[in-house]
T-cell receptor, first 111, second 117 residues
Framework: QKEVEQDPGPLSVPEGAIVSLNCTYS??????FMWYRQYSRKGPELLMY????GNKEDGRFTAQVDKSSKYISLFIRDSQPSDSATYLC???????????FGAGTQVVVTP | ETGVTQSPTHLIKTRGQQVTLRCSSQ?????VSWYQQALGQGPQFIFQ???????GRGNFPPRFSGLQFPNYSSELNVNALELDDSALYLC????????????????FGPGTRLTVL
């Protein structure tokens, strides 16, 4: 069983809609969680991170962690076509820095 | 754009051949990791090098090997290519050995797309 599970989508939404992305995890020891964004033909880039004890907002993006259900979420408000990308969740790395990623959810925002 | 570069951008090989992929780390970064990303999947950790020594390895067979050079650039070598090796290969660099804190961010290159026929 993978330690991080993510619905691969694709998820298609009209411009201006709220995008909701989710991951589940199995290891309670993870200290924080990250969301990466990967545009086509590019490497992943860190979008934001959230400690396992709360939420975080950054502009149109909000990341949430629900420890009781081992559920993490990313919300994109007022979505734009430029938000079209694959979004990957990843828990905090191990002591060597190894990252484990979810499968990634492809998001398509249509004008 | 990150300061991590990879070459080539894409290449096509046939089964059984060998391939070498290259990565140039962001300036000042002494740790490099390689990931394999199959189509529709998240990146999977292959191995990591810190100051020219491998110090972490994922669930990949020995035909996946690597090198890190004194200037911290790196190579990924794959021998006896198989069809399932077709994927995007990502290199990521960072300045630490893995502190577990989010400030020790890994910066990814654009990847090399490998197709094995």
């Amino acid at each position: 069983q993978k330690e991080v599970e993510q619905d691969p989508g694709p998820l298609s939404v009209p411009e201006g809609a709220i995008v909701s992305l989710n991951c589940t995890y199995s290891n309670s020891a993870f200290q924080y969680f990250m969301w990466y964004r990967q545009y086509s033909r590019k490497g992943p880039e860190l979008l934001m991170y959230t400690y396992s004890s709360g939420n975080k907002e950054d502009g149109r993006f909000t990341a949430q962690v629900d420890k009781s259900s081992k559920y993490i979420s990313l919300f994109i408000r007022d979505s734009q076509p430029s938000d079209s990308a694959t979004y990957l969740c990843a828990p905090s790395p191990d002591s060597w820095g190894k990252l484990q990623f979810g499968a990634g959810t492809q998001v398509v925002v249509t004008p | 754009e990150t300061g991590v570069t990879q070459s080539p951008t894409h290449l096509i090989k046939t089964r059984g051949q060998q391939v070498t992929l290259r990565c140039s780390s962001q300036s000042g970064h002494n740790t490099v990791s390689w990931y394999q990303q199959a189509l529709g999947q998240g990146p999977q950790f292959i191995f990591q090098y810190y100051r020219e020594e491998e110090n972490g390895r994922g669930n990949f067979p020995p035909r996946f090997s690597g090198l890190q050079f004194p200037n911290y650039s790196s190579e990924l070598n794959v021998n006896a290519l198989e069809l399932d090796d077709s994927a995007l290969y990502l290199c990521a660099s960072r300045g630490g050995q893995g502190t577990g804190f989010p400030t020790d961010t890994q910066y990814f290159g654009p990847g090399t797309r490998l197709t094995v026929l």
